[in-house]
């Protein structure tokens, strides 16, 4: 059952009127024949009045199909996943806002999340411009807790902790929602997750912090504004003026106490905000998680050899100094030592944890602490810390996917990520530039090299990524100015006008040249993808590029993808490294998906199919769980793939673990 309501944030109302007018006879003198012609002709009149009006308000009403709208014409704006009046069951809703700048109707909207629930808007349902609408499971107000609701749905949930909510239509993710139990997302119970109404834009949403909790009471006393205005989230104050607002400075009162503020031991006073009071020494089981920091690895030395030189890094971020006896060091597979005898760390000091603790045999290396049957892997490994309570840190490095993968230097953290969530993403990791003992790489004991450059121009990117950091218009990501000779975007060249279209290219100019249909570290609704080459001969954009199989999937690429000629460029069904299995997608797909067993993928245009692969459930191709089927290079053309025999399963590992090489020169079939 549908119902529909116009809600405008800016409290606009609108005033629909309609007027028919019937002619009265009252006071006419006319005789009745005369009577009888006036009022028909008036009669006749009116009737025509009234198609001019119903064609007008037809054209006014509904401006855009749900098809033509694009990413960002629609926000989702308020989210009520965990109502307290009534059950989750009945009274979960949430609303959505229409920035697309005309009338839309909302038939065929899909809505889903990442675990395979969705549901599709089966009738019309129009939106005018700002307007709101407002989708719940259940339309019935005594039941869903007082909402007045435009569309109810069936077979989709609102998960309380962590879920999603995505918007598409056949061109790709209109919007999309993802929040976190309560990590940068409010977690409220009996109120909606509420965005700020200064922020209603469908990348600012993506933001936790831009959502509050909500505080108007609505129905059966939940609080929520659904169907109308948000209410506007506290902008948080700094009472004490030390730089630190309310909701992260644990006295707002004192300038003394804010985060990283300098402890005094046992005064009974936090006042780092780290939850505890500085004492002037503590042993490893005082120590929560945090409270030590994985600086420094070299797995991979090249001055000695691994069994005596590899050795790790160790930071004190207590705030006090900590005997490390008893701290337990492993991996996720066998490896592991605990700290026999007493190991003191002063606060903010560094400890070196080593295979060998003779500085002529190790590479030169001060080894504060000697471990035996414990090794570093110089692919992907882990390395975890931990108490009898829990994890303190752990790293877990990838082979090169996002860590740095050196050979005689060590993985170094820049020392402006020091924290133990920040050293979980490889993006904050270098390989080290100094210089210790016999000749290798690293700080050992010491502060970190710094892995990012600074920002000259104040562009926004440092120097070692910004490619010209005296000039404000130049930096990554920039928009190119073609044939000019300048590299604005720091791609390595400049744009050319002559960058071909989808519809420039022929049969054979794409080339499918990996596939991984069934990973084994993601499920397959995060981990899907698949590879493409270009053979054009030219930078093509793929924007318009039709992708399908010979059932019902189809999705066609929307947005420009420039493919350098000679590169590849991987699509997948999730481009966020941290949940896909860390593949390095290049374009996120919607409504397609990789049969495990046999299945197709079809490139095309407006002139014809440019390339395609059908597998076979093992037939010819392989048929791999955890690894891609991977096109020999010697094999790479749009005839040579339609042979199995050319395909193998991938050898190189990436990522989380998977095998693949997306976006690289695929590994040689044997």
Known sequence: MTAFRLAFPTFLMLTLGTACGVPSDTGETDSPEGDTDSDTDADTDTDTDTDSDTDADTDADVDLSVDDLVAGDLVITEIMQNPDAVSDTTGE????????????????????????????????????????????VSDDPKANGGVTVDYTYAGFALGNSSDEIILSNASGTLDSVAWDDGGAFPDPVGASMSLDPSKWDAKLNDDGTRWCEATTPFGLGDLGTPGSANDVCPDPSDLDGDGYTSDVDCDDTDPSIHPGAKEIPDDGIDQDCDGRDATTGGTVEDLVAGDLVITEIIQNPSAVLDDVGEWFEVYNASGFDVDLEGLQVYDLDTDAFTVSGSLVVADGAFAVFGIEGDSKLNGGVSVDYDYDAFSLANGADELVLANGTGVLDEVDWDDGATFPDPT?????????????????????????????????LGTPGAVNDTCFGTDEDGDGYTSDVDCDDTDPTIYPGAEEIPDDGIDQDCDGSDASSTTATVDDLVAGDLV?????????????????????????????????????????????????????????????????????????????????????????????????????????????????????MTLDPAALDADSNDEGANWCEATSTFGDGDLGTPGGVNDDCP
């Open 512 to 628: 499918i040249s990996e596939i991984i249909q069934n990973p084994g570290a993601v499920g397959d609704t995060y981990g899907e993808w698949f590879e493409v080459y270009n053979a054009s001969g030219l930078d093509v954009d793929l924007n318009g590029l039709a992708i399908s199989d010979l059932g019902s999937d189809a999705h066609a690429v929307a947005g420009s993808v420039v493919v350098a000629a000679g590169a590849y460029v991987v699509l997948g069904i999730e481009d966020d490294l941290t949940v896909n299995g860390g593949a390095p997608v290049d374009y996120e797909y919607a409504d397609f998906y990789l049969g495990n067993s046999d299945d197709e993928v079809v490139l095309s245009n407006t002139a014809g199919v440019i390339d395609s692969v059908a597998w076979d459930d093992g037939a010819t191709f392989p048929d791999p769980s955890g690894a891609s």
């Open 93 to 136: 809703w949430f609303e959505v806002a229409n920035a697309a700048g005309a009338p839309v109707d909302l038939d065929g909207l899909v809505v889903s999340d990442l675990d395979g629930a969705s549901f599709i808007v089966g009738s019309a349902l129009v939106v005018p411009a700002d307007g709101l609408v407002v989708f719940a």
């Open 408 to 440: 005689g230097a060590s993985m170094t953290l820049d020392p402006g990520f020091l924290d133990a969530v920040s050293n979980d993403d490889g993006t904050h990791w270098c390989e080290a530039t100094s210089t210790f003992g016999d000749g290798d």
